[in-house]
C-alpha cells in the first residue's frame, strides 16, 4: 500500500485558511493550463487576414469550447470552496470519528455519517470535494475535522491527505424534524453560513 499523500497545508484543525487558499490556487490554477490556450485557440483566428480565416475557425471554435468548459469547472470549483469558507468563518472546527462509509457515488459523490456526537440521530451526509476527488481520502475513517450542523451540513477537512469537503444530508427532507426544532440560534448560524436551504452542488 502507497504512503498517505500529506497536504502542503496544516491538517490538523488549527488553521484552515491554508486548506481554502490552495484550494483557490489549485482551481485557478486549473483554469489557466485549460482555458488560457483555448483563448488563444480562439484569439489567433483574428490574426488572420480576413480571406484566410476560414482556415483558423475550426481551432477557433474548438478554443472557443475549451474556454467554456474552463470557466465553467473554474466556476464550480470556487464557488464550492467558498461555500466551506463561509462555514468555517461561523462554525468551529471539531475532530469527529470514525467517518463510516456510506457509498461512493461516481462521479464526486461521498455519502458518509460521522461520529461521536452525542444527542443527536446520525445523519447521512452527501459529500463533495471542490476540485473533483471521486474517490475515498486516504485515511478518513479515522475521522475528520468537520464544522456545521449536520441537518444542514457543513464543511469539513481529512486529517493528513488534507482533502476539503462541502457536505449537506442527502436526504434533505428527511432532516427537516431536526432543523425545525433547532431553535432560532442554529437556525440564525446556519443562515449565516450558507447552509440553511440545501446547496445546488450535485
Not at 446520525?122 to 464544522?147: C, E, M
Request: charged share 25%; glycine share 10%.
Amino acid at each position: 500500500m502507497s504512503e498517505m499523500v500529506q497536504a502542503p497545508y496544516a491538517t490538523d484543525g488549527t488553521d484552515f485558511k491554508g486548506a481554502l487558499g490552495y484550494y483557490y490556487r489549485s482551481a485557478l490554477t486549473r483554469f489557466a493550463k485549460l482555458g488560457l490556450p483555448s483563448a488563444a485557440l480562439f484569439v489567433q483566428m483574428f490574426a488572420w487576414p480576413m480571406d484566410s480565416r476560414g482556415y483558423a475557425l475550426p481551432f477557433a471554435i474548438a478554443g472557443m469550447f475549451g474556454l467554456l468548459i474552463a470557466f465553467f469547472l473554474a466556476y464550480g470549483r470556487l464557488f464550492l470552496t467558498w461555500r466551506c469558507a463561509r462555514v468555517f468563518r461561523t462554525y468551529p472546527l471539531e475532530f469527529r470519528a470514525p467517518v463510516e462509509k456510506v457509498k461512493l457515488e461516481r462521479p464526486l459523490r461521498l455519502h458518509m455519517r460521522l461520529g461521536d456526537k452525542a444527542g443527536q440521530p446520525p445523519v447521512t451526509l452527501l459529500a463533495k470535494d471542490p476540485l473533483g476527488q471521486s474517490r475515498w481520502p486516504d485515511g478518513i475513517a479515522n475521522g475528520v475535522w468537520f464544522a456545521g450542523d449536520e441537518p444542514f451540513g457543513g464543511a469539513a477537512i481529512v486529517p493528513g491527505s488534507g482533502e476539503l469537503l462541502f457536505m449537506q444530508p442527502t436526504e434533505w427532507a428527511l432532516s427537516a424534524k431536526e432543523r425545525d426544532s433547532a431553535g432560532e440560534d442554529r437556525v440564525g448560524r446556519a443562515k449565516r453560513a450558507g447552509i440553511k436551504r440545501p446547496v445546488r452542488y450535485r
